[in-house]
């Protein structure tokens, strides 16, 4: 076990190395660790082969094998967690709303760009100005986290809607 890599892999997509860490892992052959994922024992051998990419289900199935998880991590090592699909907060034709816009729902007088037109304000909207996002996103972390930030000075309350 002492020549498993314990540093990230600079390589964009390092599957060879991640299902060959895997077996390792498990001490298991190819054809062991293609039984308990269900594959053909010459799909694991194609796959540490460098011939065939697995799809996300087929590498999921893998490394479940040895009870690891696929984890998406940015820059800085924090786990990115996914997001949850909540069914009530579709538009009336049934469509997501962006995922990069933070949903409101119920919103208040001004946080709708239409107010000023005087549309009628649907149920949900949400921010579309990035400034204003990251702002609200900044001073909603910096409240949530007041013991981690106690020294830092408040992010501004106040946001200009354009």
């Known amino acids: 076990m002492d020549d498993l890599p ?21 001490d298991l052959s190819q054809r062991e660790l293609a039984r308990r994922a269900g594959v053909h024992h010459a799909t694991i051998g194609r796959i540490e082969g460098g011939r065939t990419v697995p799809s996300i289900e087929l590498l999921c199935r893998i490394i479940d094998v040895v ?4 984890a998406v991590v940015d820059d800085l090592g924090r786990v ?5 699909d909540w069914e009530d907060t579709r538009d ?13 729902l119920d919103p208040k007088p001004g946080e709708w760009w239409a107010d000023i037109y005087g549309l009628a304000r649907p149920p949900e909207t949400f921010y579309r100005n990035r400034q204003v996002r990251d702002a609200m996103r900044r001073r909603s972390q910096w409240e949530v986290r ?12 106040r946001w200009r809607y354009d």
Do not use: F, N
């Open 6 to 26: 314990s540093e990230p892999s600079d390589t964009l997509w390092p599957v060879v190395g991640i299902v060959r860490a895997v077996r390792r892992h498990a």
């Open 67 to 70: 009870g690891c998880r696929l």
């Open 80 to 84: 990115l967690m996914p997001m949850r």
């Open 92 to 104: 009336g034709a049934g469509r997501r709303y962006p995922t990069h816009l933070d949903t409101i």
């Open 146 to 157: 007041v013991a981690k930030h106690r020294g830092d000075p408040p992010p501004p309350q």
